[in-house]
Every structure is written in C-alpha cells, then in structure tokens.
T-cell receptor
Framework: KAGVTQTPRYLIKTRGQQVTLSCSPI?????VSWYQQTPGQGLQFLFE???????NKGNFPGRFSGRQFSNSRSEMNVSTLELGDSALYLC??????????FGPGTRLLVL | EDKVVQSPLSLVVHEGDTVTLNCSYE??????LLWYKQEKKAPTFLFML????IEKKSGRLSSILDKKELSSILNITATQTGDSAIYLC??????????FGPGTRLSVLP
C-alpha cells in the first residue's frame, strides 16, 4: 500500500503571498490531519478533515484553512504569509480507529 | 488545556547503553498514548498504548503506560547509532485530537 504523499516537498515564498499544500492519504483512509512543526513550538495540530468535513481545529488564525475532496485528498492553504509561518507542514492519515501515519512533509520557507 | 511533557529533552549516550524516555500528560477524555520516532522527515509510528500496565515490545524497544500516574516510558536497550532521532509522545483524546509533546532528542555515539 502506498504511504501518505505530500506535494510539493519544498517551497519558498515571500511575505504576503499565499500557498497551497496538497496531501494524498493512504488508500482507504478517510481522515486527514495537518500539523505544523517548528523547532520552537514542536508539532502543533492545525485541523482534521473526515469525509470532506472539518472535524477538529487547532488554535491557528483564520489565515490557515483547508479542505478535503471526495477522494479524501486534502489541501491546506495559508494566506498572507508571515515569516513565522516557515515550518515543516505534515499531513497524517488514518482510518477512524487506528493510529495516524505521516507523510514526508512540505518544508515551507517564507522570506 | 491538554498538555504533554517529555523528559529529558535531550540525551547523549554511547552504543550499547540502555535509555528510558519519559512522557507525562494532562488530557481530558484520554483515549490512547502514542510514541513516534522522527529522523529527518516524517514521524514513524512505534507504539500505541491504551491500557495500563501492558508492555508493548518491538525488538529492543518497549513501552508501558501508567494511567494512574498519567505517564508512559519508552525503553531502548542496547542502543545503536541508528536509534539517534527525536522521540515524540502524543496523546489522543476522545475528541480525536492528538496533542504532541516537545520530543526527546536522542543521540547515540559510536
């Protein structure tokens, strides 16, 4: 079974721009969660989508948004980028009962 | 607010040593505790613990949960340089949220 895939793997943007990251879950997994990982804050939960609906949300500003498609693929969008948004963005998928499996991440650098 | 604390934050040992990593948590509606290993990229799943006192083992790694003390330990015996990584502890609640600890950075020297 193929693992969780994320695109792109690396991205450089400038302040004020917006960015869209993509995540394809493991086949059969309907839940997709997004995390931000920085050296200072560790792994922080952004939101979770299940069957195209946002099921949970972390404490991030409204500039961070996401969606999930009918094939369970998910996208995360960050608008009006700030320097502090530079991070590794990880996506994880799972069935409803098991643990979650992480993708390789997208490393975003905001200049 | 749900919280996960790990100790130590950083550890340097030599090959062959045994290490014990600690995780404690404050979570409402606890469902499970998970351990992950993160090398350069994505965290990889090690163990999921839901019941107190039951040890989960995989090779040289083992973990146990103490629900009374709201804590867990991860043991690694006969460490190897390939064990060098960040070990993350996460707790899941019944709202299906995962809260991660800051991680323990383990360095195993030859």
């Amino acid at each position: 079974k193929a693992g969780v895939t994320q695109t792109p793997r690396y991205l450089i943007k400038t302040r004020g721009q917006q960015v869209t990251l993509s995540c394809s879950p493991i086949s059969g997994h309907r839940s997709v969660s997004w995390y931000q990982q920085t050296p200072g804050q560790g792994l922080q939960f952004l939101f979770e989508y299940f069957s195209e609906t946002q099921r949970n949300k972390g404490n991030f500003p409204g500039r961070f948004s996401g969606r999930q498609f009918s094939n369970s693929r998910s996208e995360m969008n960050v608008s009006t980028l700030e320097l502090g948004d530079s991070a590794l963005y990880l996506c994880a998928s799972r069935t409803d009962r098991e643990t979650q499996y992480f993708g390789p991440g997208t490393r975003l650098l905001v200049l | 607010e749900d919280k996960v604390v790990q100790s130590p934050l950083s550890l340097v040992v030599h090959e062959g040593d045994t290490v014990t990593l600690n995780c404690s948590y404050e979570v409402t509606n606890f469902r499970s505790l998970l351990w992950y290993k993160q090398e350069k990229k994505a965290p990889t799943f090690l163990f999921m613990l839901t019941s107190s006192g039951i040890e989960k083992k995989s090779g040289r790694l083992s973990s146990i949960l103490d629900k009374k003390e709201l804590s867990s330990i991860l043991n690694i015996t006969a460490t190897q340089t390939g064990d060098s990584a960040i070990y993350l502890c996460a707790v899941e609640n019944y709202g299906q949220n995962f809260v991660f600890g800051p991680g323990t950075r383990l360095s195993v020297l030859p």
